[in-house]
């Protein structure tokens, strides 16, 4: 099977402009979940989809938002960039049974650089 | 809240020996799971190992192994007969429910030939 596949996989914007970041899940996964990498805070849930569904969120502001499509691709967008948006930016997909985790699987990550 | 702590920013191993990281976590939930993530120069997170709370035996997958420790809410990774491929950050996380998962701040493995 493919792997997560995230497209793109660098993006430079500037302060205030907005980015749609996309990723692919592994065939068959139905949960998405994205993730913020930064040097000072870590690895920072920021919601999860399943099948079309936010079923939770982190503690981001509501300038980050998701949404996740029928074929369970899911994209994520961030409105009116700040600086310390600048991060690496992870979607994991997972293929969750009922009373039970199933592992997330991450993709390569989309870095963006936020000038 | 769940909380989860890597206390060795740094380890470094020389090739073919065995290296130690550990991980505490907190929780009051019983029903949980454990991960170890490894996450090379090239920024992808691959899967190590995985545990789940109610299973006593500790994880093996070939040369890694992890100790858990349920009541003292441990759970460390030992890496048996290091490669140089072992160079990577290595993040403990904790999975409860929701598709979240919490991270440790993670320990950075050299391994020197």
């Known amino acids: 099977k493919a792997g997560v596949t995230q497209t793109p996989r660098y993006l430079i914007k500037t302060r205030g402009q907005q980015v749609t970041l996309s990723c692919s899940p592994i065939?068959?996964?139905?949960?998405v979940s994205w993730y913020q990498q930064t040097p000072g805070q870590g690895l920072q849930f920021l919601f999860e989809?399943?099948?079309?569904?936010?079923?939770n969120k982190g503690n981001f502001p509501g300038r980050f938002s998701g949404r996740q499509f029928s074929n369970s691709r899911s994209e994520m967008n961030v409105s009116t960039l700040e600086l310390g948006d600048s991060a690496l930016y992870l979607c994991?997909?997972?293929?969750?049974?009922?009373?039970?985790?199933?592992?997330?699987?991450f993709g390569p990550g989309t870095r963006l650089l936020v000038l | 809240a769940q909380t989860v702590t890597q206390s060795q920013p740094e380890m470094s191993v020389q090739e073919a020996e065995t290296v130690t990281l550990s991980c505490t976590y907190d929780?009051?939930?019983?029903?949980?799971?454990l991960f170890w993530y490894k996450q090379p120069p090239s920024r992808q997170m691959i899967l190590v190992i995985r545990?789940?709370?109610?299973?006593?035996q500790n994880a093996t997958e070939n040369r890694f192994s992890v100790n858990f420790q349920k009541a003292a809410k441990s759970f460390s990774l030992k890496i048996s007969d290091s490669q140089l491929g072992d160079t990577a950050m290595y993040f403990c996380?904790?999975?409860?429910?929701?598709?979240?998962?919490?991270f440790g701040q993670g320990t950075e493995l050299s391994v020197k030939p």
């Open positions: 994991a997909s997972s293929a969750p049974r009922l009373g039970a985790a199933e592992t997330q699987y």
């Open positions: 065939s068959g996964h139905r949960s």
């Open positions: 989809y399943f099948s079309e569904t936010q079923r």
């Open positions: 929780t009051s939930e019983s029903n949980y799971y």
């Open positions: 545990q789940e709370a109610y299973k006593q």
């Open positions: 996380a904790f999975y409860n429910q929701g598709g979240k998962l919490i």
